[in-house]
């Protein structure tokens, strides 16, 4: 059974910082494309960074120059390191793990989210 589990969030002030880890099981997560996604209340969720395979990074505007994402193989995990937070950082964080396998087809696994609140 595979599963994506995240941790790390917490209530922080504005301009601290906080890391968040993607834990995965069942599945070889060096293999996929791992994204963070957050969702804010009353909004859509937005990507925020990704890693792939070859650990080629990218961020959304919003995040660039603050938030680090960055792979550990030997744990099987993916973290992001989120530095000078803001209040807009608010919202419930998600890990995303996708590859497309050319015997298995298309892998497409969710964690359960993690809520960073960051207050001003």
């Known amino acids: 059974q595979v599963q994506l589990v995240e941790s790390g969030g917490g209530l922080v002030q504005a301009g601290g910082s906080l890391r968040l880890s993607c834990i995965a099981s069942?599945?070889?997560?060096?293999?996929?494309?791992v994204a963070w996604y957050r969702q804010a209340p009353g909004l859509q969720r937005e990507l925020v960074a990704t890693i792939s395979s070859t650990d080629s990074t990218n961020y959304a505007d919003s995040v660039k120059g603050r938030f680090t994402i960055s792979r550990d193989s030997a744990k099987n995990t993916v973290a992001l390191q989120m530095n000078s937070l803001k209040p807009e950082d608010t919202g419930v964080y998600y890990c995303?793990?996708?590859?497309?396998?050319?015997?298995?087809?298309?892998?497409?696994?969710w964690g359960q989210g993690t809520q960073v609140t960051v207050s001003s």
């Open positions: 995303n793990a996708v590859a497309k396998f050319s015997y298995f087809g298309a892998r497409d696994y």
């Open positions: 069942g599945i070889n997560l060096r293999l996929y494309t």
